[in-house]
């Protein structure tokens, strides 16, 4: 018999982190409660040959692209902003929120965003925010913020923003108002080219034990 | 006092050191002689062309990686060059007519592809590759093309690769059978590209219920056919189309003479792959070493290409990227 050949696994840290590590523990994939040691950013499953990395949520598709990371787990917010060459062979249905733009209450009454020319917009997406509007034909002029971009519109940054949101209730909270919904967002397994290639049966192993978890 | 500005060079391109150039020398010359024994004979092209010339044998998305700039005594815009599969067609079709086929040809060139902004994404690459221009396309070629592929980087002492084979003329045809428009195809072939069967479903949703029975079947089995040998036959059973039936059976005989000649164990089977250049119409094929994230060689059969400089016959070739290569063999190259 022919030894296994390990393969690591980017997670990302942050919103979707609790879920992620929840659905590889219930496929069996991690045992144990990797999350009680915050500061630990490495572990191994050696009976199952994987071993986890816990980077930052943008950064997964990189690591994944190099293969420094054989697969991991990312946000269709982040794949598509990036526009990496990976494969994306699952979604695993969690982490599940919308892009919208919003702006502020008092704005929106009497605004018909069909009429917008040139539009001032904060977002941590700037790549997805100017091809959405380029494609309406609307100029855009993009801030590129990295965190708080309800904010924006209230310090007078700018108008309108380009935003995850799950609930709504920080629009809510910050006065501001859903104009229009870019895209649905969830997370998805993502594999690096060279690992499908030369693992592919560990690759379609973890695909199908995942996929016996995922619902809806 | 201004401080002199500092000795840099380009984005994306180098120099190489001894060291380096030697460990390069070292994984060419196993390539060379690899080429040599098959009976290929080198050929040198330019480092520059007209953008027009080259144009003729370039998708849109090489295009938009060209590096250009204009000669300024015409004011026609001329190129750095991409890719060389399109010079040798060029080359072939408008100065060796005379030469019999199948003309076997190699080359020993750097490409340089220029990425938008001229980030840290523009790359100059050596490039070793080789190209065969016959009469007609035979599973023959093609897998002689795919063994000598193996055969040159064992040599180069390389063990943990794959070269994995995959057909785009197989996925064209499946997207003809498709009543759908162009602008629809074409994210069909984005999602099987990533082989994202949710974004796939989603789309064959949205599309009106137009897609369904075998053909819908066919798209979302697409993204798990890669494996080993048992594919081919998995999805013969969800092809009924002769044409489909035609493209799978020359699949099939290539494999098997690539079987026949020992190489098995080197190779892996992808239908659902789509990726390479716009003009590969057939086979297509990728090296994967196991450190190494991105191909270390591809290729393909383009029987088009050197149709369009004017001369209607066939070709199949691939090439490597070398410095992957040194990269992949790590420390304990030959």
């Known amino acids: 018999m022919k030894k296994i050949k390990p393969i690591t696994i980017a997670l990302p840290k942050g919103r979707t982190l609790r879920e992620t590590v929840e659905l590889f523990n219930r496929a069996g994939i991690i045992t144990g409660d990797i999350l009680s040691d915050e500061r630990r950013l490495i572990f191994e499953n050696r009976k199952e040959s994987v071993r986890f990395m816990l980077v930052r949520a943008q950064d997964v598709p990189t690591y994944v692209e190099y293969g420094a990371a054989d697969a991991g787990v990312a946000g269709g917010d982040v794949l598509t902003e990036q526009a990496k060459d990976l494969y994306e062979p699952m979604d695993l249905k969690i982490g599940r929120c919308r892009m919208v733009v919003a702006e502020p209450k008092g704005l929106k009454a009497g605004d018909n965003p069909r009429h917008w020319t040139r539009i001032r917009v904060a977002t941590k997406y700037p790549n997805i925010t100017l091809r959405h509007f380029l494609k309406k034909g609307i100029q855009v002029e993009i801030i590129k913020l990295y965190g708080s971009i309800e904010l924006a519109p209230l310090l007078g940054l700018c108008e309108r923003i380009v935003d995850l949101v799950q609930t709504g209730e920080t629009l809510k909270k910050n006065g501001l108002l859903e104009v229009e919904t870019i895209m649905e967002i969830s997370s998805r397994l993502v594999c690096n080219r060279a690992s499908l290639k030369t693992k592919p049966k560990r690759i379609k192993e973890l695909v199908d034990r995942l996929s016996k978890y995922i619902s809806g | ?334």
Do not use: H, W
């Not at chain 2, 069909?188 to 949205?206: C, H, M, P, R, V």
């Not at chain 2, 190494?292 to 088009?304: E, K, M, N, Q």
């Open chain 2, 1 to 334: 006092m201004k401080t002199p500005p500092p000795i840099t060079l380009p984005q994306g391109v180098r120099d190489i050191l001894p060291e380096e150039a030697e460990r390069i020398a070292k994984v060419e010359s196993a390539i060379l002689s690899t080429f040599k024994r098959y009976g290929f004979r080198r050929v040198i092209t330019p480092l520059l062309e007209y953008v027009d010339t080259l144009s003729l044998g370039m998708g849109r998305d090489m295009k938009t990686k060209v590096l250009k700039f204009m000669e300024p005594g015409s004011g026609m815009v001329m190129a750095i060059r991409p890719d060389i599969t399109p010079q040798i067609a060029r080359l072939v079709a408008t100065r060796m007519r005379d030469y019999p086929l199948p003309l076997k040809l190699y080359y020993n060139e750097n490409v340089f592809r220029y990425a938008d902004g001229g980030g840290e994404r523009s790359k100059e690459i050596l490039q070793i590759g080789a190209e065969c221009v016959s009469g007609d396309a035979s599973p023959e070629a093609d897998s002689e093309m795919v063994v000598m592929a193996i055969d040159a980087l064992k040599k180069t002492g390389l063990k943990d690769f794959k070269i994995d084979i995959g057909d785009v003329g197989f996925v064209k045809k499946v997207l003809a059978r498709l009543a759908v428009p162009d602008e629809e195809k074409r994210k069909i072939k984005d999602a099987i590209a990533k082989k994202d069967n949710s974004g796939l479903e989603s789309i064959l949703k949205t599309s009106g219920g137009i897609i369904t029975g075998a053909d819908r079947k066919l798209l979302l089995s697409l993204a798990t056919f890669y494996g080993e040998k048992e594919v081919i036959k998995k999805a013969m059973s969800f092809s009924k189309d002769p044409a489909l039936k035609e493209s799978l059976e020359y699949l099939k005989k290539t494999i098997d003479i690539i079987g026949r000649k020992g190489c098995m164990d080197s190779i892996t089977i992808d239908l659902g792959e789509v990726r390479g250049f716009d003009y590969y119409t057939g086979i297509i094929f990728e090296g994967f070493a196991e450190n190494v994230g991105t191909p270390i060689l591809s290729g393909g059969r383009y029987d088009t290409l050197l149709e369009k400089y004017g001369y209607p016959v066939k070709s199949t070739g691939f090439a490597f990227d070398v410095e992957d290569i040194v990269t992949a063999l790590g420390g304990n190259s030959l």
